[in-house]
């Protein structure tokens, strides 16, 4: 029930296309959705995130669409550029657990 | 600048040898963790600490150690008794363990078995 299912696992996409990765999770406890943005050899860096009282945040390019009922959270990649190949990570945490529970990453790859 | 800073980026253990992996952070951070990276696998919680001498398991904690004697500190051990060491290790800091806190990570450390 901690986990969160993150699909698919590997995505390429073109220059200017729209990138999208999904992810479900089963605790209903879940209050907090970021999405983290990892390049090759560096940790993970905050990108977005989403409280379950909103449907929708867009910041740039990037957009959260939120599902509470399907307990689904996507990330869209607008215009997707070869700057934006990187591993993206869906990540959950509630207001009453010290931790957050990543999900197992999905490897973007932008094709010029 | 501010950050956490990860030394060494690459490190080599021999089969039976304890190896410690440095986290130092100048972000004033109460709280620190450490991830394993595995490809395919995410992120997976090692330990982490809320404050000074304090720190508790995460999912993964069998064969590895940490301690906490300084804010800006938190060493890990990975001792012999971890079959499977190689991987990406990840240090983080956020401002407390609190909701919807940001969690900040150093540049990693990839260990190798020789």
């Known amino acids: 029930q901690q986990q969160v299912k993150q699909s698919p696992q590997s995505l390429i996409v073109q220059k200017g296309g729209i990138s999208i990765i999904n992810c479900a999770y089963e605790n209903t406890a879940f209050d907090y959705f970021p999405w983290y943005q990892q390049f090759p050899g560096k940790g993970p860096a905050l990108l977005i995130a989403?409280?379950?009282?909103?449907s929708e945040k867009k910041e740039g390019r990037f957009t959260i669409s939120f599902n509470k009922s399907a307990k689904q959270f996507s990330l869209h990649i607008m215009d997707s550029q070869p700057g934006d190949s990187a591993t993206y990570f869906c990540?959950?945490?509630?207001?009453?657990?010290?931790?957050?529970?990543f999900g197992s990453g999905t490897r973007l790859s932008i094709r010029p | 600048d501010g950050g956490i800073t990860q030394s060494p980026k690459y490190l080599f253990r021999k089969e039976g040898q304890n190896v410690t992996l440095s986290c130092e952070q100048n972000?004033?951070?109460?709280?620190m963790y450490w991830y394993r990276q595995d490809p395919g696998q995410g992120l997976r919680l090692i330990y982490y600490?809320?404050?000074?001498?304090?720190?508790q398991k995460g999912d993964i904690a069998e064969g590895y150690s940490v301690s906490r004697e300084k804010k800006e500190s938190f060493p890990l051990t990975v001792t012999s008794a971890q079959k499977n060491p190689t991987a990406f290790y990840l240090c983080a800091s956020s401002r407390s363990t609190g909701w919807g806190e940001k969690l900040f990570f150093g540049s990693g450390t990839q260990l190798s078995v020789l």
């Open positions: 972000l004033n951070h109460d709280a």
């Open positions: 600490s809320q404050i000074v001498n304090d720190f």
């Open positions: 989403i409280r379950p009282d909103v």
């Open positions: 990540a959950a945490s509630s207001s009453s657990a010290s931790k957050i529970i």
